[in-house]
């Protein structure tokens, strides 16, 4: 059991940074792999990005990779994006998902057990 609760979106220009953050907490929450997922209007959910609790291991969606980074903090149990470059169509509202069905790190929505409530994020042009 794990729940997730996103904070740190925003109004950002093009260009800009904004970061955002996942807390989780639950009796086996170090269990589970983290991902982020973004949804823009009329759009399904998209991967963005997911990190191993465990391993250390990341991945990225090329549409991010080299503008975004994920990142960890067991002690405070907290997984942040850091995103940088932010253009338009980064807009969207961002969720955080946990997983823990698979060893590995997955971009499979299905495969997602747990959600926050999305937190969202708008860069102007």
């Known amino acids: 059991q794990v729940q997730l609760v996103e904070s740190g979106g925003g109004l950002v220009q093009a260009g800009g940074s904004l970061r955002l953050s996942c807390a989780a907490s639950?009796?086996?929450?170090?269990?589970?792999?983290i991902g982020w997922f973004r949804q823009a209007p009329g759009k399904g959910r998209e991967f963005v990005a997911a990190?191993?609790?465990?391993?250390?291991?990341?991945l990225y969606a090329d549409s991010v990779k080299g503008r975004f980074t994920i990142s960890r903090d067991n002690a405070k149990k907290m997984v942040s994006l850091q995103m940088s470059s932010l253009k338009p169509e980064d807009t969207a509202v961002y969720y955080c998902?946990?997983?823990?069905?698979?060893?590995?790190?997955?971009?499979?929505?299905?495969?997602?057990?747990?959600w926050g409530q999305g937190t969202q994020v708008t860069v102007s042009s």
């Open positions: 990190i191993s609790w465990g391993g250390g291991t990341t």
């Open positions: 998902a946990a997983e823990g069905k698979v060893s590995g790190l997955t971009n499979r929505v299905e495969v997602y057990d747990y």
């Open positions: 639950g009796r086996t929450f170090s269990t589970y792999d």
